[in-house]
């Protein structure tokens, strides 16, 4: 059964880190479609976590066509998740991992690379506005 | 939420001008809010703040000095039987007689409270492997605490509220606490209002949040409702507070630049934008601490509640 985790240093809201979770394994293949999700109860229990926040998490999900409810049965992973075919998904990859290397060799560290990848982003984000 | 109806179509609770004054000293003032059934509130302050007697007030435990408060759409009239049967609370201290076995204390609750339900009572002992025989004071902290919260919800209260009910526990008898808690609230959709200190052991657990300061509510509302509505800038040093789109909450200078946790207006912020802005989303922590750290006198208005609420438009209130 998956099991969910809960970073509270993090920041992100907990329903956002348990859909996170879901989107993140099955790219990598940790879940599959038919997969049940634990139950809200079992979650609440697990993590000591509001109910309302597992609730929402797992509307969210369903809006995202990645999960479903079968009433008396539970939560299932109905969809798969490929924002990207595999080929592109291992190019974007190959590229990211050149770029980091020469991130490495320039002497950046972990924080720096981190940085300049949030002010890109947050650039790209307001050529597009 | 999935705890709609429960008990009606009544708000948990709701407070209109609500003021309890200690002699001299208002001890909180000027209270407004309303809570939907289903909801787990965390209520935030220092000590002194007001929470106490926020708590005491919605249990019925203390009179109102002016202002209105409503359970589930009843006037609650301070020790009246009716009051006290509608709200399980659990004490800072987890007052129990020391000397008493955990079957007494529950005979003493069934005793007192006719809607006890003895069977939920003992079922959540067994869960946790509490002898019934065992005396109170042969039980650690944390079993103490359990014992105090199967005895709040035994009660089948449509409300139960919590002061700082893990604040003298170690950290696994607080998540064990904490497990139980939202364990029931999934269960029975029992409207839960926990005061604690802790900020950041409350976020996984509310949904709902209230920040008091010195006897004044800072801010009350759903807390993604609250979180969207503020924004975390980081901006060149000279730009002054009158200039960002929305109300600066805290301030952080440095040389260079300055962070400001802004309520945003979001109208504001689309066309004041400036490219040399960072603008983030804030943590509920961050949100909680900027508030705490407010002058108790700032200006207050309650943005996610008008939100919330068709009606007239929140006013911006200057005290």
């Given at each position: 059964m998956f099991r969910f985790r809960l970073?509270?240093?993090?920041?992100?809201?907990p329903y956002l880190q348990l859909v996170h979770q879901v989107r993140q394994s099955l790219l990598l293949g940790y879940l599959r479609e038919g997969d049940r999700l634990p139950t809200v109860k079992d979650v609440v229990s697990d993590l000591a976590i509001n109910p309302n926040t597992v609730v929402k998490a797992y509307r969210q999900l369903e809006h995202e066509g990645l999960a479903g409810g079968k009433p008396g049965q539970g939560t299932f992973i109905t969809g798969t998740l490929s924002p990207a075919t595999p080929d592109t998904h291992h190019a974007l990859r190959a590229s990211l991992e050149r770029w980091l290397r020469d991130a490495d060799a320039a002497g950046l560290n972990d924080d720096e690379v981190t940085a300049l990848i949030a002010v890109a982003r947050n650039d790209m984000r307001k050529e597009k506005v | 939420m999935i705890h709609d109806d429960v008990v009606g179509n009544a708000p948990a609770l709701r407070t209109a001008g609500l003021g309890r004054r200690y002699g001299h000293v208002?001890?909180?003032?000027d209270c407004t809010l309303t809570v939907p059934a289903g909801a787990v509130v965390g209520l935030v302050g220092p000590n002194g703040a007001g929470k106490t007697t926020l708590l005491q007030m919605i249990i019925g435990l203390l009179q109102p000095t002016e202002g209105q408060l409503e359970v589930f759409g009843e006037t609650t009239r301070a020790n009246s039987a009716k009051a006290l049967a509608r709200v399980g609370y659990v004490a800072?201290?987890?007052?129990?007689?020391?000397?008493?076995?955990v079957a007494d204390m529950f005979h003493l609750g069934r005793a007192m409270?006719?809607?006890?339900?003895q069977g939920v009572a003992t079922a959540r002992m067994d869960a946790l492997g509490?002898?019934?025989?065992?005396k109170i004071k042969g039980l650690s902290g944390g079993q103490q605490a359990q014992v105090s919260l199967a005895m709040a919800l035994a009660k089948r209260a449509p409300l139960l509220a919590l002061d700082e009910?893990?604040?003298?526990?170690d950290p696994i008898a607080r998540l064990d606490f904490m497990r139980e808690l939202m364990a029931a609230a999934a269960d029975t959709g029992v409207t839960v209002i926990v005061a604690s200190h802790v900020v950041s052991e409350l976020e996984r657990l509310c949904d709902w949040l209230i920040v008091l300061t010195g006897g004044r509510m800072q801010l009350a509302g759903p807390v993604d409702d609250l979180l969207a509505a503020h924004r975390l800038l980081t901006v060149p040093?000279?730009?002054?507070?009158?200039?960002?789109?929305g109300l600066a909450i805290h301030r952080a200078d440095s040389d260079r630049h300055s962070t400001v946790l802004v309520r945003i207006d979001p109208a504001r912020l689309a066309a004041q934008?400036?490219?040399?802005w960072g603008v983030e989303p804030v943590g509920f922590e961050q949100l909680v601490l900027a508030y705490l750290q407010r002058p108790s006198g700032a200006s207050t208005d309650n943005p996610a509640q008008a939100a919330a609420r068709p009606g007239p438009a929140t006013k911006e209130v200057t005290r």
């Open positions: 970073d509270s240093a993090s920041g992100v809201p | 208002w001890g909180l003032r800072q201290d987890h007052p129990l007689y020391r000397d008493f076995t409270n006719p809607s006890w339900d509490i002898p019934l025989k065992r009910p893990v604040s003298s526990l040093r000279a730009t002054r507070d009158a200039e960002l789109p934008e400036r490219r040399e």
